[in-house]
């Protein structure tokens, strides 16, 4: 069935706080290791970034893992920490990282469409963290895990039709992306969390979002117009 419209939900900085997450693990990781071992681990991380694309926690922390093993080496670091802090992320209380109203959002959201969580991610961290914050249970399993999602919009399309799609992202360069490709079809909005949405001299190198909001809690005060056959193309503040 084609619903009126879709709401596609980030979640890194834009349902969850993911800044704190990783301030949190930056000094777990350095109480654990230690600072020289930790900024070895950051630089496996940010080459595996550059490199697959999407952030990968664990995934470094494998890497590492095999880097350790392998130069077999004395280390000021007891390598066994290594599982701690694996630990770690795979137990974090994302729940408590939720913005404000995150989930009176969600209900809103759904009082005029369907929502849907729209992310990217490695299958394993983001999985765990989508399902502890209860955001999975939120979105009764509606939830979407790409490498590069703005390249998988007609897949996006094909599982949840719609006449209109909102795209709800603190990434300036991924609205952009899903706007040129979907145009009139899409509104896409812009929360000012995060250090990608904060960066105005990194917005201003892409076009425009249709909608900015300070924060997230502010859509759960939206009027959202959406009639049954009529195409869901402007959102009026209400608050």
């Given at each position: 069935m084609t619903e009126d419209a879709v709401f596609l939900l980030d979640v890194d900085n834009t349902l969850l706080d993911g800044d704190h997450l990783v301030a949190d693990l930056r000094r777990f990781i350095a109480t654990e290791i230690g600072a020289p071992a930790a900024d070895r681990y950051w630089a496996i991380f940010n080459a595996m970034l550059s490199e697959l694309g999407y952030v990968d926690y664990l995934g470094a922390l494998?890497?590492?893992?095999?880097?350790?093993?392998?130069?077999?080496?004395?280390?000021?670091?007891?390598?066994?920490?290594?599982?701690?802090?694996?630990?770690?992320?795979?137990?974090?209380?994302?729940?408590?990282?939720?913005?404000?109203?995150?989930?009176?959002?969600?209900?809103h959201l759904a009082g005029f469409g369907q929502c849907v969580i729209l992310t990217d991610g490695d299958?394993?961290?983001?999985?765990?963290?989508?399902?502890?914050?209860?955001?999975?249970?939120?979105?009764?399993?509606?939830?979407?895990?790409?490498?590069?999602?703005?390249?998988?919009?007609?897949?996006?399309?094909?599982?949840y039709p719609a006449r209109h799609y909102v795209i709800i992202d603190d990434k300036p360069g991924i609205l952009a992306a899903v706007k040129a490709i979907w145009r009139s079809r899409v509104t896409t909005v812009l929360p000012l969390q995060g250090h990608y949405a904060l960066d105005?001299?990194?917005?201003?190198?892409?076009?425009?979002?249709?909608?900015?909001?300070?924060?997230?809690?502010?859509?759960?005060?939206?009027?959202?117009?959406v009639v049954f056959g009529k195409r869901l193309d402007t959102i009026e503040y209400t608050a």
């Open positions: 494998q890497r590492y893992r095999l880097e350790v093993e392998l130069r077999n080496d004395a280390l000021d670091f007891d390598p066994q920490h290594l599982p701690r802090i694996a630990s770690f992320l795979m137990d974090y209380p994302f729940k408590e990282r939720l913005y404000n109203r995150a989930f009176e959002v969600i209900r299958v394993g961290l983001q999985t765990r963290k989508i399902q502890r914050a209860g955001l999975w249970d939120a979105l009764a399993g509606r939830v979407l895990i790409y490498v590069h999602k703005e390249k998988m919009l007609g897949e996006v399309a094909r599982r105005a001299a990194g917005r201003a190198g892409y076009p425009a979002p249709d909608i900015v909001i300070n924060n997230i809690g502010q859509l759960a005060d939206f009027n959202l117009p």
